[in-house]
């Protein structure tokens, strides 16, 4: 089955710069890479996803960038605020037929420093 | 829209005790997952359905833990008899076709 390791496991970061999280991925086979982001007490929220047909994707400050090659995927945030501290997840899944399921990540603390 | 729809919120109940878990997925969505969170474990995915047939419940603990999906809007997550061990947060998500999971805001189960 699929396995997704996440890096790092905690990330602090001074309000301002950005922040790099990166997820690898085994299955070949793995299609479709979302990432959530996590508040406390809350559900995680998917923020952003790629699919293995294309190689970058751009939301305003956050950005993924996907190497199917050396199978992994990296969540970029530029220009970090206060409000992205949170746990972000990575995931991967083979979609090609149905909504077969997503292997998470263990996490990534970030931490925005005022 | 309301996203998905969890009930109860927070629970807390005695070993031993029987606990069933609501979720309402968004409409129009044909996948519903069921996950816990712990701090030891992380997110697992406990068992998930396309189109109200579960597909895949090999992430479910034991035979203590039961799912249903009667209809495309409503799901339970039952567990007979609850054990101190089964304390987390419960999530449910609906998804479309090939789409990404939206979660619920969860259930934090405390079993005493």
């Known amino acids: 089955g699929e396995n997704v390791e996440q890096h790092p496991s905690t990330l602090s970061v001074q309000e301002g710069d950005s922040a790099v999280i990166k997820c690898t991925y085994s299955d070949s086979a793995s299609n479709y890479f979302p990432w959530y982001k996590q508040e406390l007490g809350k559900g995680p929220q998917l923020i952003i996803d790629i699919r293995s047909n294309v190689g970058e994707k751009k939301d305003q400050r956050i950005a993924v960038t996907l190497n199917k090659t050396a199978k992994h995927f990296s969540l970029h945030i530029t220009e970090t605020q206060p409000e992205d501290s949170a746990v972000y997840f990575c995931a991967a899944s083979p979609r090609n037929f149905g909504n077969e399921k997503l292997t998470f990540g263990t996490g990534t603390r970030l931490t925005i420093i005022p | 829209d309301a996203g998905v729809i969890q009930s109860p919120r927070h629970e807390v109940t005695e070993m031993g005790q029987e606990v069933t878990l609501r979720c309402k997925p968004i409409s129009g969505h044909n996948s519903l997952f069921w996950y816990r969170q712990t701090m030891m474990r992380g997110l697992e995915l406990l068992i998930y359905?396309?189109?109200?047939?579960?597909?895949?419940d090999s992430g479910m603990p034991e035979d203590r833990f039961s799912a249903k999906m009667p209809n495309a809007s409503f799901s339970t997550l039952k567990i007979q008899p609850s054990e101190p061990r089964d304390s987390a947060v419960y999530f449910c998500?609906?998804?479309?076709?090939?789409?990404?999971?939206?979660f619920g805001p969860g259930t934090r189960l405390t079993v005493l």
């Open positions: 359905f396309n189109n109200n047939v579960p597909i895949d």
């Open positions: 998500a609906s998804s479309l076709q090939k789409g990404g999971e939206f």
